[in-house]
DNA sequence: TAAGTGTTGTAACAGAACGTTACAATTCGT
DNA sequence: ACGAATTGTAACGTTCTGTTACAACACTTA
């Protein structure tokens, strides 16, 4: 992958700093991580990155001034990461030379959404996936329009899903075939950790097989994986145009 | 940039004076400072400026009488900035012959709408970024005219908008596919922050539903992401030029 | 095969998030 | 300063989602 996007993750958390990279690694990018400004410097002295996702809090020499030196160093985009809510704090971060903002805590699509937005912006290099990423899935004569954020069945009568249902069913569509952990699905649909004992993707793969399977109890499409998880079984076709018609 | 703005700051506050400086440039103007009454008419001597960002508050001589002076000396536009809020002071300084006013503490974008106003009242200089910005939007046949803040419909009969309701669906449509937070919207529309508690983006969600949805029970523009905001799902072309027609 | 162990399916519940209405506060134009 | 229009707040009903609990199922071992 030589064209994939170096993104530097700076924060002294390490708990967002590797469940954050997790995350982008899983949406096509290259990540490192540092926990502090001077490790940061170091690996940009190793290697170049295309994006610095950068915490405004750190120990050590405050993030601010980390931000100011990047910029004055060269022209790395810089997203800031922050608990500083009110304006000026935001302002002050925009005007330091940073690309874009958000504050914590943050939904990591979010974050992703914003990365991706300034690599186009600055737009040397382009963001995985973005452009990569289907406007539509069909699977079966099932029609899964990612735009309008619908599902049509083979009849072509609209099926209703909530939001929570079509991120999963996306999911699987985008992935088919592999099987896909109830950790995964948690992190690539609500964006979080899974805890010891959570059953919530269960409950809703099964609140999905109730609208999308003839049989649920005999399942076709999401199938389970004991102990591993769940594939989705379809050959699924990406449109990359918005559904016609 | 020949034809780029020349903005003069008038503030003792070194730091309104350097981020606003910053801010400002950071938007397409040229920008110069200065500190006190005596430094600004040195600086006029030099060079010609576009507008002056006068703080009404300075040691030394009195803004209001700076401000009479200005007027005297030429036809500059002047901003005012001031702590003062009351009406008659806003009467005054407005009969001095200021342009426009804006009270401490103040939202810098909410400055920079005012700077473009005046310097597109006066009219010699366009605003930069101003022209950058689209000058209309398209989605799914709907017609948004950002001059002449009028929205219709694919039928081609105008549809109704309140300011706030215009600028939530200006919003969107700058960002199609991409979760707003009820914090950024509230940012992007009304330039302040949320509350704990605030619904009002909710409420004025559900009132431009109302307005453009076909069926509001089953939105197809403005999805709701629950727990992460609205998405606005629509291919929206960006037109440079005004509505024609 | 039967018991035992761990895993999954799903119903039921509870809490959170959302939509909408009514009304209060604010703003705006005159 | 007044009235009209717009916007914010509060409240309530609805929908969605996570948790829990338990039954059903699949694998292992005797």
């Known amino acids: 992958m030589p064209n994939t996007p170096h993104i530097l993750i700076a924060d002294d958390d390490r708990q967002i700093r590797t469940s954050l990279a997790r995350f982008l690694e899983?949406?096509?990018?290259?990540?490192?991580?540092?926990?502090?400004?001077?490790?940061?410097?170091?690996?940009?002295?190793?290697?170049?990155?295309?994006?610095?996702?950068?915490?405004?809090?750190m120990p050590g020499e405050n993030g601010l001034s980390l931000c100011r030196r990047l910029r004055a160093a060269g022209k790395v985009p810089v997203v800031l990461l922050t608990a500083l809510s009110t304006h000026t704090d935001r302002i002050v971060g925009l005007e330091l030379g940073a690309d874009d903002y958000i504050c914590k805590p943050f939904d990591p699509r979010e974050l992703l959404a914003r990365i991706r937005a300034v690599l186009r912006r600055t737009g040397d290099t382009p963001a995985p996936e973005e452009r990569a990423r289907p406007a539509s899935y069909e699977f079966e004569g099932w029609r899964l329009d990612v735009l309008r954020r619908t599902l049509r069945n083979p009849e072509g009568t609209l099926v209703e899903l909530t939001a929570g249902e079509f991120d999963l069913l996306l999911t699987f569509a985008g992935h088919p075939q592999h099987v896909l952990t109830r950790d995964q699905l948690l992190d690539m649909t609500r964006g979080r950790e899974a805890n010891v004992f959570d059953r919530s993707i269960d409950v809703q793969v099964s609140r999905l097989r109730r609208k999308i399977e003839a049989d649920p109890q005999a399942p076709v499409f999401i199938k389970t994986v004991r102990s591993g998880g769940y594939v989705f079984c379809a050959g699924v076709v990406a449109g990359s145009q918005g559904a016609p018609g």
Do not use: C, K, P, Y
């Open 26 to 57: 899983g949406n096509g990018f290259r990540v490192s991580a540092v926990a502090d400004g001077v490790a940061m410097f170091q690996a940009m002295e190793n290697s170049r990155f295309d994006l610095i996702v950068l915490d405004i809090m």
